[in-house]
């Protein structure tokens, strides 16, 4: 083991490692200097030693070498760090210690056999012939299913279990990686991917830690698409698909160009756009946003813009914009995605990534095509809708920019629409909001759920028994929006039983009797009609059911990481009675998540 560390050392130097997550800037001869990613600053104190391959921090005094570094950036123990930097260093950990090897590391190695087993089988198997055409068909060439690691798992209920149980893995681990499922009755499995095209999913090192299948059957009724579950070592609300092989490529033009799916990926990439990822769909996250900042500041996005994409990407570009993240819109000439536009002509897509709009830019544009600013009412819809996104700008100076740029437009002073932003002068002067990755990120992004989901219900009564059906009371944590969840709950089902036609706001909120739920209560409204005003109902039904999703991914995200740090410690402490309990807990939690699908 000693003599694999110090291989490592010798061939992975720190300099080139810190700067795959944080940008950092020459202080000297042997020195490089950045800000730290463990602690908020402004001022530049973490410093890098390419001579004695250290690193410290002078503002909060974390330090030490390769290991520790990939330690604390990853949140995991010494082995899994060791794997990673094996990997980098391409160096082969031969004799591992046994009792070094976690339950995450099993997984890993589930997960790199079976793309290697489906990549093989891709490119030999004559039962892959119609896998082979469907690509071809699509444009890909052979070189990038070489580079994306692209597979195929054939129609076969236990192909991959089979192989993967012949290599020393328990059915156990296979179903804990995701790839099995475990049948209704009896303690059998049958693979979870079957007739589809296979798309690893890496991590920023390059290691497959899920995948997403393409079905080849027209009636295939699980859907086109199908995921790998939340793992152990599978969050998709971490991972950014394409990353591994992009982060060089966006940090050396100072651009992530994101797109929705992985063959719009692979699109792009083969066009020559090589500083793309994916966001597999779902709206940017904090924790994908708190990535990317490693490499940039500054987003070109190209989503589908019917209303749930358009939704959807609203949610995380007020997370970039949060963070002080320069945000852009890709606005496509011709095709419905990035795919079919590079089809049509390559040209065009490099030309619309060259003239993305800023985010900014594009909202005044719609709204001011919808709104006839040269009348009162026109002015007055104007405002309410730039105005709360303005207000979500956290850099003052942006602020200050595009308020002069509405004030011009609407033809009214800047100082009355300052005092027309949500919170008034005040909220402006101390230039809110706070950025969105503060000291609990986590927790800041539930409590925002759980008020809009509950802000949604009173302002529209009608859908309180879809929320109550849907969500269960433990799920608000914040013990506040808890009560007043409670108290609707009880209001709903006692006061007025069960009949979302007599709800009446006023008499509920006399119920409360207590000063801090009906000004709670009040305030929800408001911030539902302020962000809702013009939504019709369907969108608003639409609105609630991401909510709830949401509201409900991120408490079992919660649950699941607490779960994973007792896993951890029972490996360590070798408590084989517990460990079982533990992990079969973490399988029920993730089956939740997973139906949240």
Not at 27 to 33: C, E, Q, S
Not at 340 to 368: G, H, L, R, S
Not at 575 to 597: H, T
Request: net charge neutral; aromatic share 10%.
């Amino acid at each position: 083991m000693q003599n694999n560390t110090e291989e490592i050392k010798a061939r992975v130097d720190i300099i080139d490692l810190v700067q795959e997550y944080i940008r950092l800037k020459p202080a000297g001869t042997n020195n490089w200097r950045g800000l730290c990613p463990f602690h908020n600053e402004k001022t530049p104190s973490f410093m890098v030693s390419r001579d004695k391959q250290i690193f410290h921090c002078f503002g909060c005094s974390e330090g030490g070498d390769i290991f520790t570094f990939v330690q604390k950036m990853e949140g995991v123990d010494f082995p899994e760090a060791l794997r990673i930097l094996a990997d980098k260093a391409g160096i082969k950990l031969e004799r591992q210690d046994p009792k070094l090897i976690s339950q995450k590391n099993r997984l890993l190695d589930v997960c790199k056999l079976s793309s290697l087993y489906w990549h093989k089988f891709l490119m030999e198997s004559r039962i892959a012939q119609k896998a082979r055409d469907y690509l071809r068909q699509r444009g890909v060439k052979d070189s990038t299913i070489m580079d994306f690691h692209i597979g195929y798992a054939p129609e076969s209920w236990d192909n991959l279990t089979n192989f993967l149980k012949s290599r020393g893995f328990s059915d156990q681990e296979i179903f804990l990686a995701g790839l099995s499922v475990k049948k209704e009755r009896g303690n059998d499995f049958y693979d979870r991917f079957r007739d589809r095209i296979m798309f690893p999913i890496n991590d920023m090192h390059g290691a497959p830690i899920g995948f997403t299948g393409r079905t080849l059957n027209p009636n295939e009724k699980m859907g086109k698409y199908i995921n790998t579950p939340q793992t152990l070592i599978y969050n998709k609300g971490l991972v950014l698909f394409n990353l591994d092989k992009a982060k060089q490529e966006i940090k050396k033009q100072d651009l992530a160009v994101i797109v929705e799916g992985q063959m719009d990926t692979i699109s792009v990439f083969e066009a020559g756009t090589q500083n793309v990822i994916a966001s597999s769909g779902t709206a940017l996250t904090e924790d994908q946003v708190r990535i990317l900042k490693r490499y940039t500041n500054n987003l070109a996005m190209s989503f589908d813009m019917d209303a749930a994409g358009e939704n959807a990407a609203k949610r995380g570009i007020d997370i970039a914009l949060a963070n002080e993240m320069n945000v852009r819109l890709i606005v496509l000439p011709s095709g419905k995605d990035p795919d079919e536009c590079i089809k049509n002509d390559p040209n065009q897509w490099f030309e619309a990534v060259k003239n993305a709009q800023t985010i900014m830019e594009y909202y005044f544009d719609k709204t001011f095509s919808k709104h006839d600013i040269t009348k009162a009412e026109g002015k007055k819809m104007a405002a309410k809708i730039l105005l709360p996104v303005i207000v979500r700008l956290s850099n003052k100076i942006e602020q200050t920019h595009w308020l002069q740029k509405l004030a011009d437009n609407l033809n009214v002073t800047e100082q009355v629409l300052r005092n027309a932003l949500p919170g008034g002068q005040k909220n402006y002067a101390k230039s809110q909001p706070a950025p969105v990755l503060a000291t609990k990120p986590v927790a800041d992004r539930k409590n925002l759920i759980d008020q809009r989901l509950l802000g949604i219900v009173l302002k529209y009564p009608s859908f309180l028994s879809f929320l109550i059906d849907n969500l269960p009371q433990e799920v608000i944590i914040d013990l506040e929006l808890n009560q007043l969840y409670k108290k609707l709950i009880l209001y709903y089902t006692e006061k007025i039983n069960g009949d979302s036609q007599s709800f009446n706001y006023e008499e509920f909120r006399n119920l409360l009797k207590n000063d801090k739920l009906d000004q709670l209560a009040d305030k929800l409204v408001l911030l539902t009609e302020k962000d809702f005003f013009d939504f019709d109902q369907d969108i608003m039904k639409a609105e609630l059911s991401v909510a709830i999703i949401n509201g409900k991914r991120d408490y079992y995200n919660n649950y699941l990481k607490d779960l994973q740090v007792k896993i951890k410690e029972a490996e360590s402490l070798k408590q084989d009675d517990v460990l079982p309990g533990l992990l079969n807990e973490f399988n029920k939690i993730v089956e939740l998540i997973n139906s949240l699908e």
